[in-house]
């Protein structure tokens, strides 16, 4: 009998416990949803926005083609470099009306990879070597997605 009490007010415990539990998320969520409120009355429904700048969601690359030709790209702390800079990086405009040709590409990566090239800048051959391995990566990055275009 004492067993069965025991185990009666244990089971009573736990799930007072996780409706105490349950109660407080929901106490949370709804103190949440009514700030929200508050702030929409009293900036007028036209002035109120909700966006979640926080969010992971909105930090996330929009554009998973993007991501899939980066593949090789030089990575910074934001991760991927989207390729209007790799188009950047060899001088080029990415939304030009009419697209570049292969030649042309080539040509504006031959001349920044002579302009940068580190027995060509004697002085200061540390940020040559690392300006001459960005135009390389980019240049590398832009072929592959041409490539990658193409099938």
Known sequence: MEVTQLRRTIGWLYTQE???RMQNIFNQE????????DKWRENGPGAYQHFQQDDW????????KDQ???SGAARTES??????????????DRFRAT???????KTAFRQ???EYHPDQNQRDKE?????????????????????????
């Open 127 to 151: 940020a040559a070597e690392a300006k001459f391995k960005q135009v390389m990566v980019s240049y590398e990055a832009i072929k592959s997605e041409r490539r990658a275009a193409n099938y």
């Open 18 to 20: 996780r409706i105490r």
């Open 79 to 92: 991760g991927i470099q989207p390729m209007s800079h790799h188009y950047a990086v060899l001088g080029l």
């Open 112 to 114: 920044k990879a002579k």
């Open 99 to 105: 697209p570049y040709t292969d030649a042309e590409i």
């Open 30 to 37: 709804r103190i949440k949803y009514q700030k929200s409120y």
């Open 68 to 70: 899939r030709t980066n």
């Open 57 to 64: 969601y909105w930090k996330t690359e929009t554009s998973y």
